[in-house]
């Protein structure tokens, strides 16, 4: 009968080690559990994470954000180049500024002219001031108890070089009537104007433009200023009570008023 803790010989020992190396010591027990927690830990290279949802949402709603603020970009370019075309080729801004050029000179209704030369030293001064009260800041000036302030002739002087040219010359003296009437105090050398609102004859309406080498010539509607602002409320059209054509020369910016003249027809 064999021995129940039989030492081993070498050989057998051998054969038992090479036997607990390949398949395990039946002695020790397996780790299961640890096994399959170290499994799981492992990164599987063919599992894929679902993306989140709210993600794709966000995205998705910059991306109709982007694209909306893209076409109004586009609309509003659109329009504004449109607005710049139309105004190029209608030169509404040009015929703004010359309408506003020539207001004092229209406003006085002044009689057809050629040259400077032939205008009234009356109706010079008249405009020049006109050119003051309408296209210049009065805050400046210095002002009575009644209210009425006082501009210096030399003003009135400039103010006249800037409509009929720096060569025209002015005698300064009073002019207009009643509520109109611009008084020149010879001692103190201004002119007293009243500081409440006045009615003016026409406002100029500009209906055609043309250019030559910096020369324009202008076709001006008058229209009376009330009917003016009343057609523009009601949307009523205001029939010119007479039309005048206007030569004027620009350079750098600068306008000088060469001549008012009647239209041909007119002339008939």
């Not at 010539?217 to 523009?232: Q, R």
């Not at 054509?245 to 027809?265: A, G, Q």
Request: proline letters at 4%; aromatic letters at 10%; glycine letters at 6%.
């Amino acid at each position: 009968m064999a021995k129940k803790n039989k030492e081993l010989t070498p050989r057998e020992k051998h054969s038992e080690d090479v036997i607990n190396e390949l398949f395990g010591s039946p002695e020790v027990e397996p780790d299961i559990e640890g096994d399959i927690t170290e499994l799981g830990s492992q990164p599987d290279d063919d599992v894929k994470i679902a993306p989140d949802p709210r993600k794709h949402k966000f995205f998705f709603g910059f991306a109709v954000f982007i694209v909306i603020m893209a076409a109004i970009g586009v609309v509003s370019s659109v329009r504004f180049i449109s607005d710049g075309v139309r105004d190029i080729m209608d030169n509404t801004s040009l015929k703004n500024e010359f309408a506003r050029f020539l207001l004092p000179v229209v406003a006085n209704d002044i009689a057809p002219f050629e040259n400077a030369a032939e205008i009234s030293n009356s109706a010079k001064v008249s405009v020049a001031i006109w050119n003051v009260l309408l296209n210049k800041d009065t805050t400046g000036y210095k002002t009575s108890e009644t209210g009425d302030f006082h501009i210096p002739e030399y003003d009135i002087g400039v103010s006249c070089a800037e409509i009929f040219g720096s060569g025209t010359s002015i005698t300064h003296q009073s002019v207009g009537a009643g509520d109109t009437r611009f008084v020149y105090d010879e001692t103190n050398h201004y002119y007293i104007c009243s500081g409440s609102m006045r009615y003016l004859n026409y406002a100029p309406r500009i209906t055609e433009m043309t250019e030559t080498n910096g020369t324009y010539v202008l076709t001006v509607e008058y229209l009376p200023p009330s009917f003016t602002m009343v057609s523009e409320n009601i949307g009523i059209e205001v029939t010119a009570d007479k039309t005048m054509e206007y030569t004027i020369i620009r350079w750098d910016k600068k306008n000088t008023l060469m001549s008012v003249r009647f239209i041909n027809s007119e002339r008939l």
